[in-house]
């Protein structure tokens, strides 16, 4: 499985008319990069912008059109330099005036689609707004999962919006108060088998991988969770377009597809308590998503032969000095370039490895 | 400094595809600068064309011959049928000189979306043209679009009666990949390794 060796870095960013930034500049470091400032200053809005250089929509999940600077001339611009085992390679993704929710994406300065992003970088990132994974609802659960999937099978995006919009098209023709083609909809109940199921298995092998992870490393003063898939038993292709041609009276009555992946559940349970995640302490909680989180680096890292970017904001300040400790040293350990955002800069203090930026009055400046 | 007429031909030309306002003032400023040898062929070219401009009632493709000069061209291998969504499509295959047969332009592809229906497309007059008989295989030649490989379904579906082999192009092209964007080389291989319909 191990192509490729060593890992892949960012070794330039620029962000231009890019929320808070008029044109800013970083060089970061092959390990540490710390983004210090007040709340507010924009630091969110760095990693946000590289998140954007792989598919999907950023760790906000925002629309493009806000991602523009206000007062600017409309359009964004995000470009990378990455370096890795097969050479520096540019990336580049934004948006022009005239189209402010169209994604335009290069790749070496060629024009390229949003999934063939996921050839070059693989991100995780972990957010504020992640705290709530375990209680809300399944959708916010399956699109957490759907991007550790993604890191580790890089078709997973293609498939997965391949699926979504064969189910669309089925939906918008079940709606219909013509009579349906029978023959239009198996096209497209064929495609969503195929797609689907790739999807599904893609999901299932992710996480028995990832469950034979967790089940060896050592959390330390982390806590090991259990994950399952619930909510759609997984059919086989030809099963699946059977169950789909079955259920078209049922889905055209309820208005939407009521079988498939789509319908899937990401179950988590802390081992130590046997008890639902969503019944832990929110401090369990974050112990639970973090070691979840380094768990998926290191399997990313052994799978592809290059451990991916992680993308931490404000997770330090949250986590006692012991659990901080800890994160910083697997951090250190994982060969990963991450990113790290906070208001405090003695989180960080005593480690000399770390590349500190200070963001202040819409600019960034090394320190 | 510019007429009306000067100013609405530069506005024209500066719709086409590939043209802007800028380029269409140098076209402009090139022609009425050779009235004799660039304006006067252009406008006779483009009257020909306009005048005899039609779709070709067999295949769908746009000819100023009807039947087309592929449907009319008795070298082409009667048996073989490539099935395309449009005639941008066509040319592209017809550029790459690969595809011995004749066409079927369908003027879409079914888009649930978009409104676009099986009885919008041309798919009735296909299923006659294979029924008629004479036709050993049928290529269908989607783009590898969500619409395009739901509308190469779709015919599969409905031509599966007939004694027809029905082929696709081997989609290793781009994902989200058109016809009409793909080079020649990329074209012709996927023709090439066109395989039998799952
Ligand atoms: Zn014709």
Known sequence: ??????????????????????????????????????????????????????????????????????????????????????????????TTADAPERRMVRINGAQATQSALSEWLTLIWLTPAM???????????????????????????????????AMRQRNRILADERPAD?????????????????????????????????AVVDHGPFARPVLALEGWIGLDQAAFTQELARGRARDAAAGRTLSGPHRCDLNVTHYAKQQPADRCSTGEQKALLLALILAHAELVREQR??????????????????????????LAASGSQYWMTGTDLSLFAGDDAMRFYL????????A | MSSPEIDALTQALARLPGLGPRSARRAVLHLIKRRETGLMPLLRA?????????????????????????????????????????????????????????????????SALEGVRPEDLTIDALVARVANGGIDEVVLAMNATLEGQTTAHYLAERLERFPVRLSQLAHGLPVGGELDYLDEGTLAQALRARRPMA
């Not at chain 1, 009055?361 to 090394?366: L, P, Q, S």
């Not at chain 2, 005899?52 to 100023?64: E, F, I, K």
């Open chain 1, 359 to 366: 963001v202040k009055d819409h600019a960034i400046t090394e």
């Open chain 1, 305 to 330: 032969g290059e451990p991916p970017i992680l993308l931490l904001d404000e997770v330090a300040a949250h986590l006692d000095p012991l659990r901080r400790a800890a994160l910083f040293a697997r």
């Open chain 1, 131 to 165: 705290d709530r994974l375990f209680t809300e609802p399944a959708s916010g659960r399956r699109r957490f999962l759907d991007r550790l999937v993604q890191a580790l099978i890089p078709a997973h995006a293609h498939h997965a919006a391949r699926y979504e919009a």
């Open chain 1, 1 to 94: 499985m191990t192509l490729r060796l060593g890992p892949v870095q960012i070794e330039r960013l620029s962000l231009t008319h890019f929320r808070s930034y008029r044109d800013a500049v970083i060089h970061p470091a092959r390990g540490a990069n710390v983004l210090v400032g007040e709340n507010g200053a924009g630091k969110t809005n760095v990693l946000e912008a590289i998140s954007l250089l792989v598919p999907g929509r950023g760790l906000r999940g925002a629309a493009l059109g806000d991602m523009a600077q206000s007062g600017g001339p409309g359009g964004f611009g995000v470009a990378a330099r990455i370096n890795g085992p097969q050479g520096p390679v540019d990336l580049g993704c934004g």
């Open chain 2, 46 to 110: 483009l009257e020909g064309v306009a005048e005899n401009l039609s779709t070709c009632q067999t295949c769908g493709n746009v000819d100023t011959r009807n039947p087309c000069g592929i449907c009319n061209d008795p070298r082409r291998d009667s048996r073989q049928l490539c099935v395309v969504e449009d005639v941008p499509d066509l040319w592209a295959l017809e550029r790459s000189r690969l595809f011995p047969g004749r066409f079927h332009v369908l003027g879409g592809r079914l």
């Open chain 1, 182 to 214: 029978p023959a239009w909809l198996m096209a497209l109940e064929s495609q969503m088998a195929e797609h689907g199921t790739m999807l599904d298995s893609a999901r299932r092998e992710t996480l028995d991988l990832l469950g034979q992870k967790l």
